[in-house]
Structure formats: structure tokens, C-alpha cells
């Protein structure tokens, strides 16, 4: 029996449903699986929830600042963080930005980039 998740999902605005997915395995070597610990509430999910985000489609699984412990790591992926504790930053994010983060938090200062 696969191991199980559970996801939430705007269907459509207001309206939502939380269902239970099996755990996504590794698509390839490269890849690193996070287990979420927190996620954030952002303008763009409030959007989304309401409809009046033109660029957004249904059903969505919603957030992108969230925090966790990696649960899974690829061969070719980093070396040395496994069950280490990381936040998500979006590749967009300015240096100033993520360096604020990484002080804030206490995390080791490491660049990762995740494709």
C-alpha cells in the first residue's frame, strides 16, 4: 500500500476540497521531495480563492511560500541535507530578500536550485 498525503484543492472559486494523494515519488535523480511543515497565505492565493485571478486555473493546489524537511533525495541532488529543515523561496526572490530569510530563520546559508 502506497504512503498517503493530504492536499488541498480550490475546484473552483470558493470552493475547496481536501483530498488524499499518494506521497509523489522522485520523477528523476535530480529532485529533491519536501514534507510540508507550514505554508503561507498569500495576496495571490486570496485571489485564487475568489476567481479574480485572470491567470489561474481550476482545480489548483494553492500556496508557494511554505517551509518543511526534505523527505526524499535524489543520487545527483545536494549532498549533506537530508531531514535538514528548508524553506521555499521562489526563483524570482532577490538576493536581499533570501538573505534576510536565512538570517531570520537560522538556516545554513546554502544555495540550492531546484529545477
Not at 13 to 36: F, S, W
Not at 39 to 54: E, L, M, R, T, Y
Not at 83 to 100: D, E, G, S
Request: with cysteine; glycine share 6%.
Amino acid at each position: 500500500m502506497a504512503e498517503m498525503m493530504k492536499e488541498v484543492v480550490v475546484v473552483e472559486p470558493h470552493k475547496y476540497e481536501v483530498r488524499e494523494v499518494e506521497i509523489p515519488e522522485l520523477a528523476n535523480e535530480d529532485e529533491v521531495l519536501i514534507q510540508m511543515k507550514s505554508a503561507g497565505v498569500c495576496g495571490s492565493d486570496h485571489h485564487i480563492w475568489h476567481g479574480s485571478n485572470p491567470c489561474s486555473t481550476y482545480p489548483r493546489i494553492p500556496g508557494h511560500e511554505n517551509a518543511g524537511v526534505i523527505a526524499k533525495i535524489g543520487k545527483n541532488a545536494f549532498k549533506g541535507i537530508h531531514k535538514k529543515a528548508v524553506f521555499v523561496v521562489p526563483k524570482k526572490a532577490k538576493k536581499k530578500l533570501r538573505k534576510k530569510l536565512t538570517a531570520k530563520v537560522g538556516f545554513q546559508k546554502k544555495t540550492m536550485k531546484i529545477k
